[in-house]
C-alpha cells in the first residue's frame, strides 16, 4: 500500500519538477520578450474583468427581488465597461496598469517599513525592512519611468515573478523527492 503511495507521490514530484521548469522557461521569454508579455497580461486581465462583470450583471439579475439590485448592476456594468476597455484599448489599458502598480507598491513599501519599524526588536525585522525598502524602490521606479516603461515593466515582473515562482516549486519539489529517497 504505501509502494503505491510512495508511486503516486513520486509521479507528483515529477510533474511539479516539470511544471517548476515550464514556469522558469516562461520566466525567462517574458523577461526576453517583455513588451509582448506585457500585452498578453494586460489581455489577460481584461478578460477577467469582463467576465467578472458579466458574472455580476448575471447575479444581479438572479438576486433582483432583493435589496440592492441597482448597485449589483451598475457595479456589474462597470466591470464589464473596464474589461471592454482595456479589450480595446489596450496600451491605455497598460499604462493605467502600470501606473496603478507603481502606486500600489509604493504604498506597500511604505507601510512594509513601518511594519518592519514597529516589529524591530523581532528576530528577521530586518529582511522585513529590506523587503519594504526594495518594494518602495521599485514603486518610485516605476512611478518616475512612467508612461515610457508602460509597455515593458508588467511583462518584465511578470517574468521575474515567474522565475522565482519556478525556482520556489522546483526546490520544495526536488527537497520532497531527496526526503522521500532517504526515507524508503
Known amino acids: 500500500m504505501t509502494t503505491g503511495v510512495n508511486n503516486d507521490l513520486k509521479q507528483g514530484l515529477n510533474g511539479s519538477i516539470a511544471i517548476g521548469a515550464v514556469l522558469i522557461l516562461l520566466g525567462i521569454a517574458a523577461i526576453a520578450f517583455p513588451v509582448f508579455s506585457t500585452y498578453a ?68 513599501g511604505v507601510f512594509e517599513i513601518i511594519l518592519a519599524w514597529q516589529t524591530r526588536p523581532q528576530r528577521g525585522w530586518g529582511i522585513s525592512l529590506a523587503n519594504g525598502i526594495t518594494t518602495l524602490l521599485l514603486g518610485g521606479l516605476i512611478w518616475f519611468e512612467w508612461p ?18 519556478g525556482f520556489a516549486r522546483l526546490s520544495l519539489s526536488l527537497a520532497t523527492r531527496s526526503a522521500l529517497g532517504k526515507s524508503s
Open 41 to 108: 497580461a494586460e489581455i489577460w486581465i481584461s478578460w477577467i474583468i469582463l467576465f467578472a462583470g458579466i458574472s455580476k450583471i448575471v447575479y444581479a439579475f438572479q438576486t433582483r427581488n432583493e435589496d440592492g439590485f441597482i448597485w449589483k448592476l451598475l457595479l456589474g456594468i462597470l466591470y464589464t465597461a473596464t474589461g471592454f476597455f482595456l479589450l480595446f484599448y489596450p496600451l491605455e489599458g497598460i499604462l493605467t496598469l502600470t501606473l496603478a502598480l507603481g502606486i500600489f507598491l509604493l504604498v506597500e
Open 148 to 165: 515610457i516603461n508602460g509597455p515593458f515593466a508588467i511583462g518584465l515582473l511578470v517574468g521575474i515573478s515567474l522565475i522565482f515562482t
